[in-house]
């Protein structure tokens, strides 16, 4: 489960972040996960609830955007839905398909409550 070694990755950037600001307590973190960057959003939540134990992030909550996966075709240029890495576009059969969203992970922003030190 690789989710485990990415919430505590999560929760050492936040609270890296954190005391960079002032060391409050971190109330939220907004998350990018896209369908296609092979991380189970319901196994991160659980992994992180146990990471952050003790932390400046126990207690936060995780908010997951999860932008589907989407394929540009290098033939016609075609953009549309992917699911998997290997796709065919719909227009020209063509299997020279880049992925263009849904590989995303990132952490988009997080809340920082004043005045509360851990």
Do not use: N
């Amino acid at each position: 489960m690789h989710e485990l070694s990415i919430a505590l990755s999560i929760v050492e950037a936040v609270e890296l972040k954190a005391q960079e600001e002032g060391g409050g307590k971190i109330s939220g973190i907004d998350l990018v996960i896209g369908k296609l960057a092979g991380i189970v959003p319901e196994s991160l939540r659980f992994c992180f609830s146990a990471a952050s134990k003790g932390t400046l992030a126990e207690d936060a909550v995780l908010a997951i955007e999860e932008p589907e996966g989407v394929g540009e075709c290098g033939e016609c240029g075609m953009k549309f839905p992917v699911t998997f890495y290997y796709a065919e576009c719909p227009e020209c059969r063509s299997l020279r398909i880049k992925i263009i969203s849904g590989e995303e992970f990132s952490i988009q922003s997080m809340t920082i409550e004043e005045g509360e030190e851990s």
